[in-house]
């Protein structure tokens, strides 16, 4: 197929002046190798600087997904493997690029998780149906991610 095939048109360009934004990830799923929800968030980053807009964008990692906010040592005991975390440069990179990310604090409670066993920047909310509900009812726009 020629490059002319391949065309792509947007019908219904986006652009919006101001977003407000949270995640809501309770696990993961993928596109590739690749956290679907870090791919959109990445997304919504991007687009966000394209449009020049001002921006709040909150992750609120939970329940099968709370892991990602592990530093390598609480990651290995969590996931009993010797790796490391995997995403801890991802998210480093959407908290250098302004995403607030946050664990559920239920879900650390669970799993006996401390603030000493988080990544650097990642902050614990009470939990995260409490938060995401705060959110909303200050006018952010939910997204679920599964």
């Known amino acids: 197929m020629s490059q002319q095939g391949k065309a792509l048109h947007i019908d ?3 652009k919006l002046a101001d977003v407000k934004v949270v995640f809501s990830i309770a696990s993961l799923s ?3 190798d690749l956290p679907a929800s870090i791919f959109h968030l990445n997304l919504m980053v991007g687009d966000v600087a394209d449009w ?10 939970h329940t099968n997904a709370g892991h990602v906010t592990l530093h390598d040592t609480a990651y290995n005991a969590d996931r009993n493997i010797a790796t490391g975390n995997p ?4 998210i480093a990179d959407l ?3 302004g995403v607030q990310i946050e664990l559920c604090g239920a879900t650390a409670k669970v799993h006996n998780w401390g603030n000493l066993d ?3 920047g990642i902050t614990i909310n009470t939990d995260a149906m409490a938060r995401t509900t705060q959110l909303v009812q200050e006018g952010f726009v939910k997204i679920s991610e599964s």
């Open 30 to 32: 993928f596109e590739g």
């Open 12 to 14: 219904i360009p986006v």
């Open 52 to 61: 020049k807009a001002s921006s709040q964008i909150i992750a609120v990692f």
């Open 95 to 97: 908290l250098k690029h």
């Open 87 to 90: 995403y801890k440069d991802l």
């Open 118 to 120: 988080l990544l650097p």
